[in-house]
């Protein structure tokens, strides 16, 4: 029997996402993203087709590298307006009862102490279905506008994560003993203070000393998704994360990339099969493979080849305008995204790619491949995917918003669903334990675990 396939549906608090120029498309609906009851009907969308989560993404800057200016993505509407994704989620919490949501907060952004608390609500709010997708951020823009004179070095940023996250996990894990809140009416006890205690943390980035505010979540720590494919994100990931999202554009490069990291988690004495790790992934759907060759044509029609080089540039680093397009794309020493740079050059060594090949890449679908056909061929390629690279799902990404997450629901899903690969219900619990199955809160040998471990002691 196959093994099953997870589906998250990836986006953005923003116009498009990652098909730059297809907001403009007569059916695409992104640019009601302002609007709540735009984002309540795609949770009950998604929750229909029994999506694992919502993984939202996220940038704190703008992408100004090239051109080295942000006209182009200004103009395109490249990640850019965006507001804040963890606003949102408690309205599609609302109208769903097991869609996870993954957001995307970055470490570099906000002190731990007051982010730990959000989290918290936010795990409150959902019942338990909140996710925390670490990212350390990769826009030099985005260091400038929160104060600093420059983009923290890539390796550094992952160092200081660790701190960032050691808090977290005290606030977490430590704080509240479980037992901590009584809610007794009769003797106007709310908690017992014996069980609550602050935390003690003085690391290389950060000195907190204090209860964390809220009382403990469903999960305690929301799970864990981690983004980063380089050789220090993989380390970072092998430690924290639960789930991996990676975007190799290639069955070799996510190959290598789901390989590495899963031999880094059983070397840190982690289960290597406890992480769970999907790949970035566009599917155009039709009826016939006509069909779909169509809509990838009008999809194509619209799509901005310039805007698709303004996010790689900022992925990157490297200005790419200042090439022409048919210059190969050579690896490039940069503070930015090592594992951006990685997937079109190292990881690959049987693919070179020119700068007009990565302009029609990421133009639609970002750095992760597109499949286009029937809902028979297209579960084909997923399968294919599965078994060749070792992953176990897909961040589905989107072409025209709704359409796309339609689409998949309609066709793709019931052709899965009867080749057995994919869920046809959800299980119970939040989120960690539909993912795992093993209960709501983190366990041993993860880091966090060890806290809660310190507090029965």
């Known amino acids: 029997m196959s093994r099953p396939i997870r589906l998250n549906a990836f986006a953005m608090n923003c116009v498009g996402h990652l098909a730059p120029g297809l907001w403009a498309h007569p059916r695409d609906q992104s640019h009601r993203y302002r609007e709540l009851t735009y984002w309540m009907d795609l949770a009950r969308l998604l929750e229909q ?92 823009s985005g260091a400038k506008s929160l104060g600093q004179d420059r983009l923290t070095a890539h390796d550094d940023r992952y160092a200081y994560a660790d701190d960032y996250l050691d808090v977290c996990y005290k606030l977490w894990e430590e704080s509240w003993a479980d037992g901590a809140v009584i809610a007794d009416k009769a003797r106007g006890i709310y908690a017992d203070p014996a069980l609550v205690r602050p935390v003690q943390h003085q690391g290389p980035h950060f000195t907190v000393e204090g209860i964390h505010l809220s009382e403990p979540s469903p999960q305690r720590t929301p799970v864990l998704f981690q983004a980063g494919a380089s050789g220090r994100g993989r380390l970072f990931a092998a430690t924290h994360a639960e789930c991996v999202f990676i975007g190799g554009p290639s069955r070799t490069v996510l190959k290598g990339y789901v390989k590495a990291i899963r031999e880094q988690a059983a070397a840190l004495g982690r289960d290597p099969r406890d992480l769970v790790i999907y790949n970035l992934h566009t599917v155009i759907l039709g009826r016939t493979e006509r069909e779909a060759r169509e809509k990838l044509e009008d999809y194509r029609a619209h799509a901005s080849l310039e805007a698709g080089l303004a996010l790689l540039s900022g992925w990157t680093g490297i200005d790419l305008s200042q090439y022409d397009p048919d210059d190969p794309f050579r690896r490039i020493h940069t503070e930015a995204g090592q594992s951006a740079i990685d997937s079109f050059t190292s990881a690959d060594p049987n693919k070179v790619w020119t700068i007009r090949e990565l302009a029609q890449w990421a133009a639609l679908g970002g750095r992760g491949p597109v499949s286009v056909g029937t809902a028979a061929s297209v579960a084909d390629e997923l399968q294919a995917w599965a078994a060749e690279t070792g992953v176990d799902g897909f961040n589905l990404a989107f072409a025209v918003m709704p359409e796309t997450f339609t689409d998949v629901i309609e066709h793709l899903i019931p052709e899965l669903q009867r080749r057995g690969v994919y869920q046809t219900a959800y299980a119970e619990g939040t989120l960690r334990q539909k993912l795992f199955g093993r209960g709501d809160r983190l366990r041993s040998p993860h880091p966090a675990a060890g806290h809660r471990q310190a507090l029965s002691a």
């Open 49 to 140: 087709g029994l999506f694992d989560a919502l993984f939202l993404a996220d940038v704190n800057g703008i992408y100004d590298v090239y051109g080295g200016k942000p006209d182009t993505a200004i103009r395109n509407a490249v990640q850019v307006p965006v507001n804040d994704p963890l606003q949102i989620v408690p309205a599609m919490a609302a109208v769903t009862r097991h869609l996870g949501f993954g957001i995307t907060c970055s470490t570099a952004s906000e002190h731990p102490f007051p982010f730990a608390r959000r989290m918290s609500t936010l795990d409150h709010l959902t019942g338990g279905r909140a996710a925390w997708n670490i990212v350390t951020s990769f826009l030099a």
